[in-house]
């Protein structure tokens, strides 16, 4: 085949994808409609959920294995991700706050799961992204949950005490590989910025080559570098993204302990998704501290009910000194059968216990 035959007929299948992509849509907005309408049967207020996890999970499926090539899984779903992005936009004026400011790893991650289409909000603290989602003044929130190096944000589990309404709706996986940014060379940084998870993540590699430079947390990766691009001898451990947009130079690249560090956030709203046969949850509890085996009788219901725990954290509970809210994440669904019955049989155990919300399993 030709040149200008081969041109021909990709302008021939550019035609023939619009007009597909437009009728994807058109349903997309009928599929919008008849939520509304079982809503109002329902005699239930507000708008449809239009962001569904384990919908979009079952679609990337699907795509994947109807993929016969020469574009790989990840491509296609790349695509798709866009093409859902855009019928969200269509169905309603939705907003996702994230940690700011632009180009923070949150800020990827939102992209990463939402798609461009859709309404963004930075905010300064992870708290304010979860008070706004609590308070419905965005549509949906995201922030970091753990680090694979470092582990949990404490910052999020704080927020969940004080924000215990708000509901967990999807997790999503990032890659992250930190950057040193700065205007200057190596020998010159006296003052490096960063959050305390990308300090963690990099601790290695700043006692090897700058164990004498201050480090200074900051908010958030993007606003390290915001900072570095205003600041004399300053650096930033944030992400090679930051440097083009802070006009900053990449000094070292990949700088992070392990090469396959990774960081998981959670999708928050007013609502968890329903259950797709492969889900987990997270729980919020406290015991009576002065109970003898107190917290590993509450642990003993999930084992009774063949129920794994994949996490277990604990934070201050701040009623009273040395008092612990315990934060369990378990496979399962909150209306599993088993799910169901081990959460009302561990409140016997529990002087406090709250469902964070139920979400889809993703995969790395």
């Known amino acids: 085949m030709d040149l200008e035959t081969a041109r021909g007929k990709i302008s021939d299948v550019d035609r023939k994808l619009v007009d597909l992509l437009n009728e994807r849509a058109?349903?997309?907005l009928n599929v919008g409609t008849a939520?509304?309408?079982w809503l109002k049967e329902q005699g239930a207020e507000g708008e449809p959920e239009v962001y569904v996890p384990g919908q979009e999970k079952r679609v990337f499926e699907k795509v994947r294995n109807l993929n016969q090539g020469p574009l790989s899984g990840e491509s296609v779903c790349a695509i798709y991700r866009e093409i859902m992005s855009a019928s969200i936009s269509l169905q309603s004026d939705v907003t996702v706050g994230y940690l700011g400011p632009p180009g923070t790893f949150s800020h990827q991650a939102a992209l990463k799961r939402f798609g461009d289409s859709l309404g963004y909000v930075p905010y300064a603290k992870i708290e304010d992204v979860v008070a706004a989602a609590a308070k419905e003044e965005i549509t949906y929130g995201l922030v970091p949950i753990e680090n694979s190096t470092f582990g949990a944000v404490v910052q999020t589990l704080d927020t969940f005490v004080?924000?215990?309404s708000v509901k967990i709706r999807a997790e999503v996986y990032l890659p992250?590989?930190?950057a040193l940014l700065s205007r200057y060379q190596l020998s010159a940084i006296r003052k490096v910025y960063s959050h305390p998870q990308a300090f963690g993540q990099s601790r290695r590699w700043l006692d090897q080559h700058l164990p004498n430079a201050a480090r200074i947390?900051?908010?958030?990766?993007?606003k390290a570098a915001e900072l570095a691009a205003s600041e004399n001898y300053t650096a930033a451990i944030s992400s090679e993204v930051c440097a083009s947009m802070y006009n900053l130079d990449v000094v070292a690249k990949d700088i992070t302990t392990t090469k396959d560090n990774t960081t998981r956030f959670f999708v928050l709203g007013q609502s968890s998704d329903n259950p797709t046969g492969d889900d987990k949850s997270l729980l919020m509890f406290t015991v009576d501290h002065r109970e003898p085996g107190a917290l590993c009788n509450a642990l003993n219901v999930f084992a009774k009910h063949k129920i794994n725990q994949t996490a277990i954290n604990s934070r201050p509970s701040r009623q009273?000194?040395?008092h612990y809210m315990f934060f369990v994440e378990i496979i399962g669904h909150e209306q599993d059968a088993n799910v169901s019955s081990a959460l009302s049989e561990i409140k016997s155990y529990c002087l406090d216990l709250v469902v964070l919300g139920s979400y889809p399993r993703q995969s790395y």
């Open 320 to 322: 009273r000194q040395w």
């Open 217 to 222: 947390d900051v908010s958030s990766t993007a």
């Open 35 to 37: 939520k509304r309408q």
């Open 162 to 164: 004080d924000q215990p």
């Open 176 to 178: 992250v590989t930190q």
């Open 26 to 28: 058109r349903l997309s």
